[in-house]
């Protein structure tokens, strides 16, 4: 008996189906002609969630004989899918049409906008505009039933892409025309460099030496001419350092710069 009904069951729930599915392809002609044609149905997603729950529960009454059988859970479960394709299949057009109609607005507002030198930045408010013009027109488009995103986000990524490609042509032609000079975003680095003509002090073999040098003699014949330095100590007196004078006298802490360079040679 129980094999018996859910035979039954499984012809009567599998008629049902296809009864429903091409009930609605015939009484929503409307909706069909108007995809063919370009259009866009007012508040697709609330009006497609009417059209799964009317025929979902048209399906469950036809079939409440058979709700504790196999074939009952199955064939809904067929039914459901077939449903949700059919509906999937006109909100893709639906949100691949809204895409062709922001390009269409972006190409025409773009027309409009004055060649000045903040084009850039009026392209860039525009691409935004047309983005929150998309995503608040698609958001209502999608049914409850379909659970993610990925349609909505296809169509996005390619409007974005679509509307940038525009935006470089409209700027190759204004600049093409001499309308427009992108702006220069190379950053300026100033440098001030002061070369001290002495920072070692003179040396013998390439600086001439005047009567106000102090010389270093030393009788040896290999070191007779040597370098001679200058070198301020912190306490703030000047000192000239020979190169015969012992390294033991004078602490290196000490050779430090405490005043300007140009003034450290001026000094006896």
């Not at 039933?145 to 032609?173: C, D, M, P, Y």
């Amino acid at each position: 008996m129980k094999m018996i009904k859910e035979i039954l069951g499984f012809e009567l729930c599998s008629k049902t189906s296809d009864d429903l599915i091409e009930d609605f392809k015939k009484n929503n002609e409307s909706w069909k002609i108007c995809i063919i044609e370009g259009g866009l149905i007012q508040n697709f997603g609330g009006e497609a969630g009417k059209v799964y729950n009317t025929l979902t529960t048209s399906f469950d009454i036809r079939t409440r004989l058979f709700r504790d059988t196999e074939s009952y859970l199955s064939s809904r479960s067929v039914f459901v899918e077939k449903l949700i394709f059919v509906l999937s299949e006109m909100y893709e057009k639906q949100v691949s049409k809204l895409k062709k109609i922001s390009l269409q607005n972006f190409r025409v507002d773009i027309s409009k906008i004055y060649i000045s030198n903040n084009i850039d930045q009026d392209i860039k408010s525009l691409i935004n505009t047309i983005k929150t013009f998309f995503e608040s027109k698609a958001k209502p488009m999608k049914p409850f039933f379909i659970h993610n995103s990925w349609i909505i986000e296809k169509e996005k990524k390619e409007l974005l892409n679509g509307v940038r490609e525009i935006a470089t042509e409209r700027l190759q032609l204004a600049r093409l025309k001499g309308n427009f000079l992108q702006k220069s975003r190379n950053p300026i680095s100033l440098s001030f460099h002061f070369l001290h003509p002495h920072p070692f002090g003179k040396d013998l073999r390439l600086d001439n030496f005047t009567s106000s040098d102090s010389f270093d003699f030393n009788p040896e014949p290999a070191k007779r001419a040597g370098l001679m330095r200058q070198f301020v100590e912190r306490n703030g007196n000047s000192n000239k350092f020979k190169i015969g004078r012992s390294n033991n006298e004078t602490s290196l802490d000490d050779l430090v710069y405490q005043k300007e360079a140009a003034k450290l040679f001026n000094e006896d």
